[in-house]
């Protein structure tokens, strides 16, 4: 069974970059047809869908945030990577990384989606973004 774990630091300063790692085991990222997601919730807020990187390598991000966004793997080491540039304390949230079996398409510009759109999920990490 997969399991997904999220690591980084959990307090980011205005303007800099939030650097999150998704630790894979029991399955390997680069499997057919595996969709690999990071999806954060505000606090009172509703599961917001980043983006993702495909067992390809392949890479989509929501509309509302591809500016900002970069997704990136370390197929030695199992691991996918979210990077947030110049983040604000509305980018403040629970962060989890994901596993989907097919694609995913955004047809919006915010991203919501529910926790059954998914079939694995790490535990989540709080990242507060504070000076």
């Known amino acids: 069974q997969v399991q997904l774990q999220e690591s980084g630091p959990g307090l980011v300063k205005p303007s800099q970059t939030l650097s999150l790692t998704c630790t894979v085991s029991?399955?390997?990222?680069?499997?057919?047809?595996?969709?690999w997601s990071w999806i954060r919730q505000p606090p009172g807020k509703g599961l917001e869908w980043i983006g993702y990187?495909?067992?390809?390598?392949?890479?989509y991000y929501s509309p509302s945030l591809k500016s900002r966004t970069s997704i990136s793997r370390d197929t030695s080491k199992n691991q996918f990577t979210l990077q947030l540039s110049s983040v604000t304390p509305e980018d403040t949230a629970v962060y989890y990384c994901?596993?989907?079996?097919?694609?995913?398409?955004?047809?919006?510009?915010?991203?919501?989606?529910?926790?059954?759109?998914?079939?694995?999920w790490g535990q989540g990490t709080q990242v507060t973004v504070s000076s």
């Open positions: 994901a596993r989907r079996g097919t694609d995913y398409y955004c047809s919006g510009y915010v991203c919501y989606v529910s926790k059954a759109d998914f079939g694995s």
């Open positions: 029991g399955g390997s990222i680069t499997t057919n047809y595996y969709y």
């Open positions: 990187i495909a067992y390809s390598g392949s890479t």
